[in-house]
């Protein structure tokens, strides 16, 4: 019968500040990822973000609705927008696949390099690989990000187009209701 390893944490008692160590440490590398994938997204969609920030903020004005002619302006440049910020996703998209590449022929050259049994190389080639895996990561991230914002866009944009088509409804109602009134 094998012997039990105390370090493990359910075979004795659970080192609650081991714990918070491993959870301090992610933290701080979850930070450092967050960061630079953040700052590839904001590269990637300055412009559509600055444009939903500039809606934000006119929704936002609850005396005031958005005028005709902002919904226009509105529902002409979020196309605009997000076809630049595709553009730009498709470009992310291939530094993934850029990244995946490299960090499997870095893998697969410490693999076939490394001595011992499948198992040592293959801890070997997982460690080596390590950092090219985690920029990997990083562009599949951002690319995931990118999208979600131009699927989010594309709601604004149909949501406008339906307030739109509300307001020309209400419009034409009202004309046909007033010309009935004056007799037309």
Do not use: W
């Not at 998209?93 to 697969?108: L, M, W």
């Not at 190389?121 to 920029?135: C, F, P, V, Y």
């Amino acid at each position: 019968m094998a012997k039990k390893d105390s370090s493990l944490a359910l075979a004795g008692e659970i080192d609650s500040e081991a714990i918070r160590q491993i959870q301090t440490r992610i933290k701080d590398n979850s930070r450092a990822l967050d960061n630079v994938v953040d700052k590839l997204v904001s590269d990637y969609c300055k412009p559509l973000d600055d444009y939903i920030k500039l809606i934000k903020d006119i929704l936002d004005d609850k005396k005031i609705p958005p005028t005709d002619r902002e919904l226009d302006d509105f529902t002409l440049n979020l196309p605009v927008l997000l076809y630049f910020t595709g553009e730009a996703q498709e470009s992310l998209g291939i530094k993934e696949d850029v990244a995946r590449a490299i960090k499997t022929e870095v893998f697969n050259e410490v693999f076939s390099d490394a001595p011992g049994t499948i198992a040592d190389k293959t801890a070997k080639a997982e460690l080596a690989s390590q950092n090219e895996g985690i920029t990997h990561l990083v562009y599949q991230r951002a690319y995931k990000k990118v999208k979600l914002r131009m699927e989010a866009a594309n709601e604004v944009l149909q949501s406008v187009k339906k307030v739109m088509s509300r307001r020309m409804t209400e419009y034409e109602m009202t004309r046909l209701s007033a010309e009935r009134i004056s007799g037309k």
